[in-house]
C-alpha cells in the first residue's frame, strides 16, 4: 500500500467535502466549518491511513455524519447545486438560454432539496459528486442495491417534479 501524504491526497478532497456539507446544512459557514473539522479528525487518524480501504469514503463518512448532527440542531434548507453547474449556463451566448437554464438549476436545486434525506444524498454523491455505487454504498452503511433503488426513485421524482412544473407551470 502506498505512503498517503496529507498535502496530495486529503486536502484535494476539501472542494468535495464541502459540497456535501453544503448539501446537508445549507451554510456555507457552517459547511467550511465542518470541513475544518472533517480535516483535523482525519488528520488525528493518519496513524490508521494505511489500515483504511478508503481514506475518502473515510473523510466523506466524517464530513457526513458532521454536516447531520450540525444540521439536525437547525432545520436545514439547500442553497445550490453546484457552482460549476451554474457557470455552464455563462458559457452560452444568449442572453434568454441563460437566463432559462438558471431557472431550471433553480427548479432543480429545489425539487432535490425536497427529497427525502437518503435519497438527496446518494443523488448529491452519484450526479453530483460523480462517486461510485460501491462509494456511497460504504459512505452510507447500506448495500448497492439499496443506492441504485434510492438514486432511481430520488430521480424519478426530480424528473416528475421538473416536468409538471415545467408543462404546466405550476
Known amino acids: 500500500m ?3 501524504s496529507f498535502k496530495n491526497d486529503i486536502l484535494p478532497l476539501k472542494d468535495k ?3 456535501l456539507a453544503l448539501r446537508i446544512t445549507s451554510d456555507r459557514a457552517e459547511a467550511e466549518d465542518i470541513v475544518q473539522e472533517t480535516l483535523i479528525r482525519v488528520w488525528s487518524k493518519r496513524d ?4 483504511m480501504d478508503s481514506i475518502e469514503a473515510y473523510s466523506l463518512t466524517v464530513a ?6 450540525r444540521s439536525q440542531r437547525k432545520e436545514a434548507r439547500n442553497l445550490e447545486l453546484t457552482p460549476g453547474m451554474a457557470e455552464a ?3 452560452s451566448d444568449e442572453p434568454q438560454a441563460r437566463l432559462e437554464h438558471a431557472e431550471k438549476m433553480v427548479l432543480i ?3 432535490m432539496n425536497e427529497l427525502p434525506e437518503k435519497q438527496r444524498l446518494i443523488m448529491q454523491l452519484r450526479d453530483i459528486e460523480g462517486e461510485s455505487y460501491k ?13 441504485k433503488v434510492y438514486l432511481f426513485r430520488a430521480r424519478q421524482k426530480v424528473r ?4 409538471k412544473i415545467d408543462e404546466y407551470g405550476l
Request: charged fraction near 35%; proline fraction near 0%.
Open 2 to 4: 502506498r505512503e498517503l
Open 17 to 19: 467535502l464541502f459540497r
Open 48 to 51: 490508521e491511513w494505511g489500515e
Open 64 to 69: 457526513r455524519n458532521l454536516a447531520i448532527d
Open 89 to 91: 449556463a455563462a458559457d
Open 109 to 111: 436545486d429545489r425539487l
Open 135 to 147: 462509494r456511497i454504498a460504504h459512505v452510507l452503511n447500506l448495500t448497492e442495491e439499496q443506492v
Open 160 to 163: 416528475q417534479g421538473f416536468l
